[in-house]
């Protein structure tokens, strides 16, 4: 993220009348402070220029995620929402039609419309029916390599077949492939908030979707530039699949680090 992105965005919230050009004057750090108000006082001058950032974006709807202070995909994606706005004076609108080629295998599998009425409702209900999967080894977090985790959140209708799916696809490919692939950066689960490029909830905040790799697997990025277009991809592919969960990339050709238990 540039700081002329942060610059722009505290003087949105009305926290900046400098120019916009880069460079760090006394106004945006004073602005940066502001718009914290107290959180991370400890990180870096990097980490609060993007935690500031993302609170301004989160309190403009654009569902930036957790303000930690880390440009994770939740964080570019919302950037990138905002900007399209700012140009066109309208929120973008990301086409998700069903491939006609494609119907998914699992067809037990609740289709997105009867969603909640499988899952529940997102907010407390889905909060009350979510669950831990415990993984046997670690996953890199994808927007901080240098952490990672053995237990993700989901729904309790998704965790046993996620952590079968992810155990399955470890004993496939060992650690060492995996990571050589980037098929271990875990970019998320659970997260109530929006689709993107969609005013309906996102599957994650049914607790029903997880995403992996974001970077080369982007959400507008179709087949053959995703990265999990390649041939050393299809069997991660399909161990998902055979597990529930569904790739986006074969659901509607596109965003092909998402994954879910729901049919289009």
């Known amino acids: 993220m540039r700081k002329?992105?942060?610059?722009?965005?505290?003087?949105?919230?009305?926290l900046y009348n400098g120019g916009i050009e880069g460079i760090?004057?006394?106004q945006t750090p004073r602005a940066v402070d502001t718009a914290l108000g107290g959180v991370g006082a400890r990180w870096s001058k990097k980490r609060r220029l993007i935690g500031a950032a993302q609170k301004i974006l989160n309190d403009l709807g654009f569902e930036a995620g957790?303000?930690?202070?880390?440009?994770?995909?939740?964080?570019?994606?919302?950037?990138?929402?905002?900007?399209?706005?700012r140009v066109h004076g309208r929120r973008e609108e990301v086409d998700r039609t069903a491939s006609s080629h494609y119907l998914g295998k699992s067809s037990p599998l609740p289709f997105q419309r009867d969603v909640e009425t499988f899952y529940g409702r997102p907010g407390d209900q889905i909060k009350y029916r979510l669950a831990r999967v415990e993984l046997p080894f670690k996953l890199r977090i994808d927007y901080n390599l240098r952490q990672s985790v053995s237990?993700?959140?989901?729904?309790?209708?998704?965790?046993?077949?996620?952590?079968?799916?992810l155990i399955a696809v470890h004993k496939h490919y060992?650690?060492?492939r995996m990571r050589s692939l980037g098929i271990d950066r875990y970019a998320g689960g659970y997260n109530h908030r929006r689709m993107r490029g969609g005013s309906k909830w996102s599957m994650h905040a049914y607790g029903c979707a997880v995403d992996f790799y974001a970077a080369p697997n982007g959400l507008r990025m179709k087949?053959?530039?995703?990265?999990?277009?390649?041939?050393?991809?299809r069997d991660f592919l399909d161990i998902m699949e055979d597990h529930g969960w569904l790739p986006a990339i074969r659901l509607w050709g596109k965003d092909a680090m998402h994954f879910q238990m729901a049919r289009l």
Do not use: I, S
């Not at 002329?4 to 009305?14: I, P, S, T």
């Not at 237990?151 to 799916?165: G, I, S």
């Not at 087949?223 to 991809?233: D, I």
């Open 4 to 14: 002329r992105d942060v610059q722009m965005l505290l003087a949105q919230a009305g």
């Open 24 to 26: 760090d004057g006394p």
């Open 66 to 85: 957790t303000v930690d202070g880390y440009a994770g995909h939740n964080t570019k994606e919302a950037l990138a929402g905002w900007h399209y706005e």
């Open 151 to 165: 237990r993700l959140t989901v729904h309790e209708k998704c965790a046993q077949p996620l952590e079968n799916a």
């Open 174 to 176: 060992g650690m060492e």
């Open 223 to 233: 087949c053959p530039e995703a990265l999990f277009c390649g041939p050393e991809y």
